[in-house]
């Protein structure tokens, strides 16, 4: 998956190293050029400076090209306006834009950011399990963004399908609480089979969100 980051300050820099340990592809937009140096030189990734809600700077960031856009400068107004541009003008499907302002965070959203995730939240964790892939959907923050309680759509390509859940590995602390499978609601037992295209309510906890995915090979790299 490709990532566009606005922002290269501690937050956008420590969910780059983030994606990158799980191997998704980043590109930061920076406007000091000496920090765009910098994060060039420490990740080795592309770095583009320049200001991010230019639809230029987004164009030479080849935002059409990326998956989420994740806009977590210090300015609540810049990051909105960076995640429309990115939407509208790019056409990017998953948006989420840092909300320093807890007071700004429902107005951001109203405004057509998918998530925003506020200042006092555990941000990098938050950051990552809302743009870890399309099949996941959060529902509910838990334990002060600890845990959460996320749908699941399992794809066509899911590599346990058929498989009951007794023989598909769960790490972590992570439980599955529902399936919806077209209209059938089913309570899962050990020896419940798991299909393409069920929707599964689980209930983890942060870190046990990505070993889950990477399981199940549902991370989309």
Same mark, same amino acid.
């Given at each position: 998956?490709?990532?566009?980051?606005?922002?290269?300050?501690?937050?956008?820099?420590?969910?780059?190293?983030?994606?990158?340990?799980?191997?998704?592809?980043?590109?930061?937009?920076?406007?000091?050029?000496?920090?765009?140096?910098?994060?060039?030189?420490?990740?080795?990734?592309?770095? %583009?400076?320049? *200001?991010? @809600?230019?639809?230029?700077?987004?164009?030479?960031?080849? !935002? +059409? $090209?990326?998956?989420?856009?994740?806009?977590?400068?210090?300015?609540?107004?810049?990051?909105?306006?960076?995640?429309?541009?990115?939407?509208?003008?790019?056409?990017?499907?998953?948006?989420?834009?840092?909300?320093?302002?807890?007071?700004?965070?429902?107005?951001?959203?109203?405004?057509?950011?998918?998530?925003?995730?506020?200042?006092?939240?555990?941000?990098?964790?938050?950051?990552?399990?809302? %743009?870890?892939? *399309?099949? @996941?959907?959060?529902?509910?923050?838990?334990?002060?963004? !600890? +845990? $959460?309680?996320?749908?699941?759509?399992?794809?066509?390509?899911?590599?346990?399908?058929?498989?009951?859940?007794?023989?598909?590995?769960?790490?972590?602390?992570?439980?599955?609480?529902?399936?919806?499978?077209?209209?059938?609601?089913?309570?899962?037992?050990?020896?419940?089979?798991?299909?393409?295209?069920?929707?599964?309510?689980?209930?983890?906890?942060?870190?046990?969100?990505?070993?889950?995915?990477?399981?199940?090979?549902?991370?989309?790299?």
């Amino acid at each position: 998956m490709k990532v566009c980051i606005a922002g290269g300050g501690r937050v956008g820099r420590y969910l780059a190293q983030s994606l990158l340990a799980n191997r998704h592809s980043v590109v930061i937009i920076e406007p000091v050029e000496s920090q765009c140096r910098m994060l060039a030189d420490m990740l080795d990734i592309p770095v %583009i400076c320049g *200001d991010s @809600i230019s639809v230029d700077t987004l164009r030479t960031a080849d !935002t +059409a $090209s990326c998956d989420a856009f994740v806009a977590v400068t210090g300015s609540d107004e810049d990051n909105l306006v960076a995640c429309q541009i990115a939407k509208r003008e790019f056409g990017v499907n998953r948006t989420v834009a840092r909300a320093s302002n807890p007071k700004n965070r429902e107005l951001l959203h109203t405004l057509g950011v998918d998530t925003v995730v506020c200042g006092t939240d555990n941000l990098s964790h938050i950051l990552e399990r809302e %743009i870890e892939t *399309d099949t @996941i959907r959060q529902l509910l923050s838990l334990g002060g963004g !600890t +845990a $959460s309680l996320n749908e699941i759509l399992l794809p066509e390509s899911f590599i346990y399908a058929g498989k009951a859940i007794m023989d598909i590995p769960i790490p972590g602390d992570t439980i599955l609480v529902s399936i919806t499978r077209d209209t059938e609601f089913i309570i899962p037992h050990g020896s419940t089979v798991l299909l393409p295209w069920d929707h599964i309510l689980c209930l983890t906890r942060d870190d046990s969100l990505h070993q889950l995915t990477e399981a199940w090979g549902l991370s989309g790299k």
